[in-house]
């Protein structure tokens, strides 16, 4: 499949300070990819080099199609991108600074820019530097959004939103792509991640630990299940079931660890009639944040 991003051996270092160590990243076209990974990470250095605004030390950025180092600009004008400090001119309302950015891109529908501030009730009328922080932000959100780019490069995009501007993102977000845009998604907040995106990379101390679709990390939760039989349990059967970790028996419940997909261990038990499943599910966050921690502490958290 074509990539939106595809950056190779990508390195940069800060005088002594290595933010991140050979990049190789694809992030497929339309997906709604969530970059994760604790402060210092690397993330905002990825996303800078992404969009042309630093220069990394070696290694290579392609976006769209476009190699970074020799076309910034169209990169710039082709992604909607919003830093993780979004800041803009504060003498200006909203609207004279996205009517400003609509001239410089070109193509803007400027009833679009008028959708999204209604959305995110913005008032476009007030000069950037009296609102809030949150308000502030939204501005951010409708530059990013307001020229139907095929990427959109976000840098924690729902820092200082309300819980109901945060949900109004999400939707949005879902939209662009459902239309075809790739989205990337640098955030810490991990339900928001597990909601929207589709695959996540994790990175740690600028290398990258993991890229996974969500669905794939599910499948790495390790789960308690009491599974309760009309009748004797059938031990050998659960025991059996390369899913099943770890069986107790009491009475004729089954107290079961199950690491990995439930279908193998629902369809072996079915024929000896079940009464009761109950399940204890943990949060995929445990397993994002089993990548944060540092090697020598132990990688995957235990329901
Ligand atoms: N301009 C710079 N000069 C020197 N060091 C820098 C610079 N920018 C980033 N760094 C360093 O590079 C490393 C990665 O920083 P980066 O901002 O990319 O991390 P991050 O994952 O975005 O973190 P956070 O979640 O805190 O925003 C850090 O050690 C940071 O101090």
Same mark, same amino acid.
């Given at each position: 499949?074509e990539?939106?991003?595809?950056?190779?051996?990508?390195?940069?270092?800060?005088?002594a300070?290595?933010? =991140?160590?050979g %990049?190789?990243?694809v992030?497929?076209t339309?997906? #709604?990819?969530?970059? /994760?990974?604790?402060n210092?990470?690397?993330k905002?250095?990825? *996303?800078r080099l992404?969009?042309g605004l630093?220069?990394?030390?070696?290694?290579t950025?392609?976006? =769209?199609?476009? $190699?970074?180092a020799? @076309?910034?600009d169209?990169v710039?004008?082709r992604?909607?991108? %919003?830093?993780?400090?979004?800041?803009?001119?504060? $003498?200006?309302?909203?609207?004279e &600074?996205?009517r400003?950015?609509?001239?410089l891109?070109g193509?803007?529908d400027w009833?679009?820019?008028?959708?999204?501030a209604e959305?995110?009730d913005?008032d /476009?009328g007030?000069? *950037?530097?009296?609102?809030?922080?949150?308000?502030?932000?939204?501005?951010?959100l409708v530059q990013?959004?307001?020229?139907?780019?095929?990427? %959109? #490069?976000l840098d924690?995009p729902?820092?200082? /939103?309300d819980?109901i501007?945060q949900a109004?993102?999400?939707t949005l977000?879902?939209?662009v792509?459902r +239309?075809?845009?790739?989205?990337?998604l640098s955030?810490?907040i991990?339900s928001?991640?597990e909601?929207?995106?589709?695959t996540?990379? *994790?990175l740690?101390?600028?290398?990258?630990?993991?890229?996974a679709?969500i669905?794939? =990390?599910?499948?790495?939760?390790?789960?308690?299940? $009491?599974?309760t039989?009309? $009748?004797?349990v059938?031990?050998?059967?659960?025991r +059996?079931c390369?899913?099943?970790?770890?069986?107790?028996v009491?009475?004729?419940?089954? @107290?079961?660890? /199950?690491?990995?997909s439930a279908?193998?261990?629902?369809?072996?038990?079915?024929p000896?009639?079940?009464?009761? *499943?109950?399940t204890?599910?943990a949060? =995929?966050t445990?397993v994002?944040?089993g &990548?944060y921690?540092h090697?020598e502490e132990?990688?995957?958290p235990v329901?």
């Amino acid at each position: 499949m074509e990539a939106a991003v595809r950056t190779s051996g990508l390195r940069k270092a800060f005088r002594a300070t290595v933010a =991140l160590q050979g %990049l190789d990243l694809v992030v497929p076209t339309g997906a #709604v990819f969530g970059y /994760l990974g604790p402060n210092g990470a690397g993330k905002t250095t990825t *996303i800078r080099l992404m969009t042309g605004l630093l220069r990394p030390t070696s290694g290579t950025a392609e976006v =769209l199609g476009l $190699d970074v180092a020799t @076309h910034p600009d169209e990169v710039q004008r082709r992604v909607g991108y %919003l830093p993780g400090r979004f800041v803009a001119y504060p $003498d200006l309302t909203g609207a004279e &600074y996205l009517r400003y950015l609509a001239a410089l891109r070109g193509g803007v529908d400027w009833s679009w820019v008028e959708q999204l501030a209604e959305r995110f009730d913005l008032d /476009l009328g007030r000069r *950037i530097g009296t609102l809030s922080h949150g308000n502030r932000q939204k501005v951010g959100l409708v530059q990013a959004f307001m020229h139907r780019p095929d990427l %959109l #490069v976000l840098d924690e995009p729902t820092t200082g /939103l309300d819980p109901i501007m945060q949900a109004e993102f999400l939707t949005l977000v879902g939209e662009v792509s459902r +239309a075809g845009a790739t989205v990337f998604l640098s955030s810490h907040i991990l339900s928001e991640v597990e909601a929207v995106a589709d695959t996540v990379a *994790i990175l740690r101390a600028g290398v990258l630990v993991r890229t996974a679709t969500i669905p794939e =990390l599910r499948a790495q939760v390790v789960r308690r299940w $009491d599974v309760t039989f009309t $009748d004797e349990v059938p031990v050998e059967v659960l025991r +059996a079931c390369a899913q099943v970790a770890e069986v107790r028996v009491r009475d004729r419940t089954a @107290h079961l660890v /199950l690491a990995g997909s439930a279908e193998a261990l629902l369809r072996a038990v079915a024929p000896y009639g079940v009464e009761n *499943i109950e399940t204890h599910e943990a949060d =995929l966050t445990e397993v994002f944040l089993g &990548y944060y921690r540092h090697e020598e502490e132990e990688p995957w958290p235990v329901a």
